[in-house]
């Protein structure tokens, strides 16, 4: 499984955009880019992906870059229910290859008032 | 519309007994998959199921297993539970593939005593 990187931990402040950026430089060209974030005390929720272009929907956008060696999930307006862990995540193959999420240890993100 | 449903939601069984888990998924989804989450390991997936065949298996042992019904219903079975089976136990649903974003239950939290 394609490995990604992303920081421990972020801080931000409520009402302000968040970017989190996530590094996949094993990405390979059939690999989406998912994004899920888990809530305190909650199952992971679903929260955008994509394959080569931008993203946007009603949660967050998703910027991927040019090489697909990195991209960023852009909270625009964050708030206290935004507090949460984010994962990043590689899947292969969206019919035939695996169906599954490998999960890193994500970001923790904190949302200041 | 419901979401995914995942009985019973607290269980404390003794070591070596064995337990079943069920997991209704949204109403027309097809695909069902099992997540074991605990502090150390995080998230891990367990197997997923797409009209009753289980299609994609994560690295656990023959102790634990799953089955999926007709009506896209699945349970999970870990036979012989050793004390590190303690763990918060994830089903999510999904129409079909990963491709379309996985709606993931509140869990069971399972403790083994």
């Known amino acids: 499984d394609a490995k990604t990187t992303q920081p421990n931990s972020m801080e931000s402040n409520e009402e302000e955009p968040v970017h989190l950026p996530c590094n996949h430089s094993t990405i390979s060209g059939t690999d989406y880019i998912h994004w899920y974030r888990q809530l305190p005390s909650q199952g992971p929720e679903y929260v955008i992906h994509g394959l080569t272009s931008n993203v946007n929907n009603r949660m967050a956008s998703l910027a991927i870059a040019e090489d697909r060696k990195s991209s960023t999930l852009i909270l625009h307006r964050a708030t206290l229910r935004d507090a949460a862990v984010y994962y990043c995540?590689?899947?292969?193959?969206?019919?035939?290859?695996?169906?599954?999420?490998?999960f890193g240890q994500g970001t923790r993100l904190t949302i200041n008032p | 519309k419901a979401g995914v449903t995942q009985t019973p939601r607290y269980l404390i069984k003794t070591r070596g007994q064995q337990v079943t888990l069920s997991c209704s998924p949204i109403?027309?989804?097809?695909?069902v998959s099992w997540y074991q989450q605990t502090p150390g390991q995080g998230l891990q997936f367990l197997f997923e199921?797409?009209?009753?065949?289980?299609?994609n298996k994560g690295n656990f042992p023959g102790r634990f297993s799953g089955r999926q019904f007709s009506n896209s219903r699945s349970e999970m079975n870990v036979s012989t539970l050793e004390l590190g089976d303690s763990a918060l136990y994830l089903c999510?649903?999904?129409?079909?593939?990963?491709?379309?974003?996985?709606?993931f239950g509140s869990g069971t939290r399972l403790t083994v005593v």
């Open positions: 999510a649903s999904s129409p079909w593939a990963l491709c379309y974003g996985y709606t």
């Open positions: 199921y797409f009209s009753e065949t289980q299609r």
């Open positions: 109403s027309g989804h097809r695909s």
């Open positions: 995540i590689l899947t292969g193959g969206e019919i035939q290859g695996a169906q599954k999420l490998v």
